[in-house]
Every structure is written in C-alpha cells, then in structure tokens.
C-alpha cells in the first residue's frame, strides 16, 4: 500500500509543516509532545515495541496531517484521506452516503455540504490484523469539524479499529459533526472503539450506521468521561445477513453541566441475528444523563437483550429509555434498566473492611464503570480508572 506522506495542518492557531523522519508507520512521533499527550488521552499513541500498531490516520479540525500503514500491513489494510479514496476508487461511490441518508438531518446536510477530511479504512478479504488501527480526529479552539469516514471490513477479516475524537490542548470551545459508515461483509469480524474526550464547550454530532451481512460480527465500544457541553448520538447497527452479530457497549460519565443523550439500536433483520446493547453510566454534579437503547427484530429466528444501568453520585438528572420493537412473530427480544444511588450497604460493608468513605465510593464506581471487558491498551485503562475515582469523591 502507498503511505500518504506528510502535508501541512493547522496547530495552534498557525500553520506548520510534519516533515517525515523517514517512512515508517509512526507519524505522530513528529508532533509536538502536548498534541501527542493529548491524542494517547483517547488511545492514540506512536508506536513502540511494546504497544505496536496496524496503521494510524491523524486529522487537526478539517486538515489532514497525515495517514500510513505498518509496512507489516501492506496488503491487508489500506488507511487514507476519504477524498483520495473516492478519487482512488471508483466503486467507493457506491458506499459514500449509502447507509446514512445526506438528508437525514441538519448536521448530514451539513457535512455533505461542506465537509472536508475523514478517513478510509479498508481491511481487505481474510486479513487477519493482529494490531489495532488508530486513527484521531482533534478538535482545536473555536474550530468546526466536519468529516466523513468509511470503513469496509472485507469478507472473512478480523480486525480491531480504536479511534479518538479529542481536544487540542488550549481548546475550551468548538464543534464535531461525523459521519461514519461502516460495512462488515460475510463472515467478518470488526471490533471498533471509539473513546470522545472533548473540551468542556464542544458541541457534537456525530451520525453512524453499520451493516452486517451472514456470519459477521459487530462490536462496538464507546467510551466518554470528559465534560462536554452537549453530545447527542445515535449509533445503528443493522444485522442484516443470516447469523449476523452486532455488540454495542457504552461506558459514560457525566458531571459538571454537560449533557449527554447517547443512544444505541439494532435492527435484527437476518435470520438467526443477535444483537446486545450494553450501557454503563455515572452521573453527578448538573449533568444531564439521558441513555436510550432500541431493538427492532425484524426475523423470525433473532434473539435480543438491551441493559441499561446507571449510578447517580450526585443531583444529577438521569433517564433510561429502553425500548424493544417487535414486527414479526418469534423474535425474541429483553431488556433490563436500572437508575440508583450506591447502597448505604455496600459503603458500610467496604469501611467496616478499613476503607474511608470516599475510597468506599470510588470503589464501587470503578467497579461499575469497568473497563477491563473492553480490552483496552493499559495506559487508557488506568486513566479511566483515575477519572471515575475523581468523578466519585468530588474531584
């Protein structure tokens, strides 16, 4: 595969030139140290022998820095600008504003209109990625970002994608509108996580839906504990060929005035479809919580579960909507949600073992927000354990 060479972005406010050490995979090691610390805060980081990855896409606001692929990749993966790839690729054109509608809403009008970068990612047929490709997309202060990406998981792939929407370093304020569409073909096995951390003024919205076709599976992490001014998602997974799978787990913490309405659905139209949503949220302080989650089942032959449970360490307001939708007979579909306050039992059970109560809170909070199912890189693990024990005694 061809490695897209560095070009110019925009970073602090001015425009600087990435000049290549050579042509190695690792472009963020020429990045300033504070946006490299900045991107390894959702999971992106250069690559060392002990934390190696497939390919990296890195965007600041709507200017592209740069994309390459471990040469261990080459000819399994592909990762480029989504513009070269449409240019690149004819048949791409197909799957360009196929899943999500242009005119779904303002915000699709919107990036359609005048959006500029998102990435192309593309697993090719039996690839077997053992590293996981990173991509970041940052946000700088007063910057709107509008972008498209696509991701093709070919026929018989397994793959790992972990992708990070961030601030720049100075940023207090500023917006990100995404669209993402992506394909898992026949028998295909994709594991996406995206992790958000946004400055305390971001707007987002971003707009994505997935098709799943026989046999392949879906798993969908999603992961947001700074605070943001006001995040409204909808994810969509669509299990549409025959013994099709689709996973979509949330882990979220709300405090300050942010405002979080995260939704998840699947549609279960293939015959022997699953699908799971998952949702793990902590909220505090004058947040706003709202969780929704929404199976459809669409074949005789599907199964689903929805969970949605929620934790308030404050006078926060909360909201579970669950909701299941059945439009044949034999689909079977369950749902379970809970909204509470950490038990008086469990705090006293954890202090009569030494614990003060502050670590007695922090205990159960981490324990709810676990991270550990989700396999994610050490770094990123513990800091999530650090962020929801400060969420938990007042921090």
């Known amino acids: 595969m061809d490695i897209v060479h560095a070009s110019t972005a925009l970073c602090e406010r001015r425009m600087i030139t990435v000049e290549r050490k050579d042509k190695s995979s690792d472009i963020l090691s ?6 490299l610390k900045a991107a390894a805060k959702v999971g992106v980081t250069r690559e060392d022998k002990s934390n190696d990855r497939a390919g990296t896409y890195f965007q600041l606001d ?31 054109k197909d799957y360009s504003w196929n899943l999500v509608p242009k005119d779904k809403d303002e915000f699709t009008k919107e990036v359609a209109k005048n959006g500029k970068g998102g990435y192309f990612m593309r697993i090719l047929k039996d690839a077997d990625v053992t590293f996981p490709l990173q991509s970041c997309l940052m946000v700088s202060d007063g910057e709107r970002q509008r972008v498209h990406n696509i991701i093709i998981a070919e026929e018989g792939s397994n ?5 990070g929407c961030a601030k720049h370093p100075h940023a207090q304020n500023g917006e990100h509108l995404g669209i993402s569409e992506l394909y898992v073909k026949k028998g295909a096995k994709l594991h996406f996580t995206m992790i958000h951390d946004w400055a305390q003024g971001t707007k987002v919205r971003p707009r994505s839906v997935t098709n799943i076709e026989d046999g392949g599976e879906f798993i ?11 995040i409204q998602m909808y994810p969509k997974a669509v299990c549409k060929g025959k013994g099709s799978r689709a996973a979509l787990n949330s882990i979220l913490l709300a405090k300050g005035k942010s405002n979080l309405d995260i939704g998840s659905e699947i549609v279960l139209s293939g015959k022997g479809s699953q699908g799971e949503i998952v949702s793990r949220s902590i ?21 689903g579960h929805l969970e949605c449970q929620s934790l308030n360490l404050g006078e926060a307001n909360i909201h579970a909507i669950p909701e299941l939708k059945v439009v044949t007979e034999g689909a ?14 469990e705090l006293v059970y954890l202090m009569s073992r030494g614990l003060s109560e502050d670590e007695a809170t922090a205990t159960i909070a981490r324990g709810f927000l676990d991270a550990k199912i989700l396999g994610l890189p050490e770094e990123l693990e513990a800091r999530i354990k650090k962020l929801v024990d400060e969420a938990a005694i007042g921090n």
Do not use: F, Q
Request: glycine share 4%.
């Open 62 to 92: 709507e200017n592209r820095i740069d994309a390459a692929i471990n040469k261990r990749m080459e000819g399994l993966i592909e990762i480029m600008p989504i513009e070269e790839a449409l240019k690149k690729y004819a048949w791409l």
């Open 220 to 230: 969908s992490d999603y992961i947001s504990l700074a605070p943001v001014a006001d």
């Open 30 to 35: 020429d990045l300033p140290e504070e946006i």
């Open 332 to 345: 079977e579909l369950s749902h379970e949600a809970a909204v509470g306050k950490i038990s008086d039992v």
């Open 283 to 303: 909220a505090k302080d004058e947040a706003t919580l709202i969780v929704r989650g929404r199976l459809v089942g669409k074949s005789k032959e599907c199964t």
């Open 159 to 163: 793959s790992r994608i972990i992708t």
